[in-house]
């Protein structure tokens, strides 16, 4: 298998269509042979990334890039940013507004989550300018 | 257990899937918060919630979760059932609240994601 390169954008304030570029990542990685378990952590890392960025910023985009060897996911957005990442990384600190918790998210739980089925997380954040977070998992 | 016993436990009825009832599940989740059923990346075949929207399935599709249960009576839209076509996941509703629900799968052998 050569390197593979995906690219989705994930629209703003767009919550019916929100997890669709997480589930052709997903679709995509089963073709290409993943382990069903590496395919589940990458599509759950991605999907919290990804509805991150429709509820907390304003949409972005998801680059992929596929190796036999890991698999590397860079979402950004041009949201608010991330004042504390510190504790924006703790179980259960949320920001999320009532009308998102009525949705079923805002549990604080979503960059926990990342980090947990990641093999390497990075977050980027410039108030104001948006956010970057990058993810590998390795295909051990 | 089967799909098919889980609707006849849940006296609930089929809302997509009428093709896949012999279908096999072992565990089962049950919130209405997303994040906490994306907590646990062990296989998971059953989610109960008494959330109404496209995430509920698309969490199922990220777990591959075999089946969502609707509790409380609640129904999911066209939109939804669409995609659970698309993702090959079987819906069930039922009028029973959350607790009973898990209460008689779990008393029925059903088992949560850490096997406990
Ligand atoms: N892309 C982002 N842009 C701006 N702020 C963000 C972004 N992602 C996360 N945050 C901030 O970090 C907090 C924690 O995020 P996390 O995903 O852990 O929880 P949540 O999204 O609030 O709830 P959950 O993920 O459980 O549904 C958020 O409430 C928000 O304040
Ligand atoms: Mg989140």
Known sequence: MEEVKLHYDVNAYDFICAGEASGKLKRSLKDLGFDATLIRKVAIAVYEAEINMVIHAEGGVIDATITPEDITV???DKGP???????AMKEGYSTAPENVRSLGF???MGLPNIKKYTDEMDIETEIGVGTTITLKIYNK | MTVKEIVEILEGTIVYGEDFLDREVHTACGSDMMSD???YVKEQAVLLTGLVNPQVVRTAE???????VFVRGKSPDIGMINLAEDRDIVLIKTDLEM???CGRLYAKGLRGGSGK
């Open chain 1, 106 to 108: 805002g549990a604080g």
């Open chain 2, 62 to 68: 990220m777990m591959d979760m075999k089946c969502i």
């Open chain 2, 37 to 39: 059923v994306l907590a």
């Open chain 1, 74 to 76: 860079v979402l950004a």
């Open chain 1, 81 to 87: 940013g991330i004042p504390d990442i510190e504790l």
């Open chain 2, 99 to 101: 607790f009973t629900s």
